[in-house]
């Protein structure tokens, strides 16, 4: 039997066995070891990634007291209490977990009586606005809290639950519908899910965030930036695409960045006169939810964005790696008024390392010499024969 046919039996075999399996989190340890160190705990990520999930299976084994966010009873009685109140709410509970924070009001201050008044108590807080939760955190629990980011599930997360073999087999498949929980076991019903979560969830936070007078202008924008991944964007041709002022198109990202939808990459330059100072690429933190956006989900094979679908993939990952491992530095990409180029440039411990990315092993990467000579940087080509030590496994 040849390799081939091999992975693809064991991709099929998904379906039977993906079902039911609960995948391991790789941030779970941190988020374990966090617990009862004198630290609220705040757990930021878009919808319907586990968050909840997560949390309620690592206090499988304990009491607790679970507060829903998103319940109008529950943002009543934890909007403005006073410390009483809270008393009354608490009763004899250790551990208060209160999930889609963001949605109640004032939630910093109700935060940080818990904090310091029940002095035994663990708090943790979950929420899918980035801007909200911090914001109404921020300076009410300076000092008081541990923040964690959860992702759609991670490929190296999905291959150490199902193994090696599974995971490359299902490669392409995860390339077009990405890692949403849902959209994983719901194996048939992949465009569906992903249309759900879309509409139904993702955007239900933006358009809680600001006053959208004209949604179709959001879904517009979203779909110039889904088409244009990995090419550096233009908010003065996304303005004229979609009829709007180029300051409305900024405000508009930055609500789908803050609400997890999208992240950028802004352009590196140090030295060279020619650089690209200011341009910026963005991205999207699943694959599936950007083909949801510009309703495309053909396999790989009848596809002309693979490149695209790869380097988004490839980044997303990196992203989510370097934060469940704790790894901080920056991320750029490079490029010269002459088009030379690299996918993906990281900064760390003053090192520079460059990227490039290659779906097929065989292309040739061009290598710029003048960004090696001038960073004293190293340059690593990413194909999909050797991916897995770029995004945590290996």
Known sequence: MLFGELIHQKALLLVNTIKGIMIQRLIKKNLEQALFRGKTILLIGPRQVGKTTLIKEILSDRDYLFLDGDDPLIRAYLTNPNTKEIETIIGQATVVFIDEAQRIENIGLTAKIIHDQFKDVQLILSGSSALELKTHTHEQLTGRKREFNLFPISYAEYENNTGFINGVGDLETRLVYGFYPEAITSRGEEREVLNEISQSYLYRDILALANIKKPEVLEKILQALAFQIGSEVSYNEIAQLTGVDKNTVA??????????????????????????????????????????????????????????????????????????????????????????????????????????????????????????????????VISKDNFRAFIGLD
């Open 251 to 380: 405000n508009y990202i930055h609500l789908l960045e803050i609400s997890y939808i999208i992240f950028p990459l802004t352009s590196f330059s140090r030295n060279l006169r020619n650089e690209i100072k200011t341009n910026r690429k963005i991205y999207f933190y699943d694959n599936g939810i950007r083909n949801a956006v510009i309703q495309n989900f053909n396999p790989i094979e009848l596809r002309d964005d693979v490149g695209a679908l790869w380097e988004n993939f490839l980044i997303s990952e990196r992203l989510k790696h370097n934060s469940y491992s704790r790894h901080f530095g920056n991320r750029y990409f490079w490029r010269t008024k002459q088009q030379q180029e690299i996918d993906y440039v990281e900064e760390r411990d003053g090192r520079i390392t460059g990227y490039e990315f290659k779906w097929n092993p065989k292309a040739k990467a061009k290598i710029p010499s003048n960004f090696v000579e001038t960073y004293n940087a190293e340059i690593k």
